[in-house]
């Protein structure tokens, strides 16, 4: 039987992602989260052989809450669950420890695939997935500069580049305006920008938002 913890912030993903769960055999949902916090909580008292985890959270990001299950779980799989696509977090994700990356567009069938795969130790590695990681090696010490980016700084930069505000990427990320305005100031500087015309800019010539 596999232990499954079904992390997201929105109650009616949770109960959809139950549902998909719970009609194959096999798989027993042992736990469900709103925030990290109270998924570390939940690992501490139970058991999970996959947690399946969105990557937008409040609080900490999915992102953080995927290392730090990774360091205290290792033998826990952990299944990114994200409305974007792969060419934006996927990459980020599996180098974080997770052991595959799902849309959330993905059909049952395939969400169910993914944690069989993963409980099983393996990687669940979709083609475009795939594509992406070997777009990565590939590049080697000519990476991007987004990716030098951390992932709040990553988180910011997308935001801004699909429209919203300081004050709605803080709501969103449940930070203070002015820890977002930091981040931004520190992403334009490694990035070479002068403001979020360029950035917007940027961020469409490398297909970082649809």
Not at 74 to 79: G, S
Not at 108 to 120: G, L, N
Not at 142 to 151: A, F, G, K, N
């Amino acid at each position: 039987m596999i232990r499954l913890v079904i992390v997201d912030d929105h109650a009616i993903v949770r109960s959809g992602l139950r549902q998909i769960a719970q009609t194959e055999g096999g798989i027993s949902v042992v736990g469900e989260a709103g925030e990290c916090g109270e998924l570390l909580d939940m690992l501490r008292k139970t058991e999970a052989d996959v947690v399946l985890m969105d990557i937008s959270m409040p609080g900490k990001s999915g992102l953080d809450a995927l290392k730090q299950v990774r360091e205290r779980w290792p033998k826990t799989a952990v299944l990114m669950l994200s409305m974007y696509p792969e060419d934006q977090y996927a990459v980020r994700s599996v180098k974080a420890g997770a052991a595959g990356y799902l849309h959330k567009n993905s059909p049952p069938e395939t969400v169910i695939e993914a944690i069989r795969t993963v409980a099983r130790g393996k990687k669940y590695i979709t083609p475009e997935l795939a594509e992406q990681l070997a777009t990565h090696l590939s590049q080697g010490d000519e990476r991007p500069v987004h990716e030098t980016l951390s992932d709040r700084e990553y988180q910011t930069m997308a935001m801004i580049a699909s429209g919203r505000t300081l004050t709605q990427i803080a709501e969103a990320m449940s930070l203070s305006p002015k820890t977002v305005s930091v981040y931004r100031a520190r992403l334009l500087e490694k990035m070479k920008l002068k403001n979020n015309s360029e950035l917007t800019h940027y961020a469409l010539k490398h297909r970082l938002v649809d």
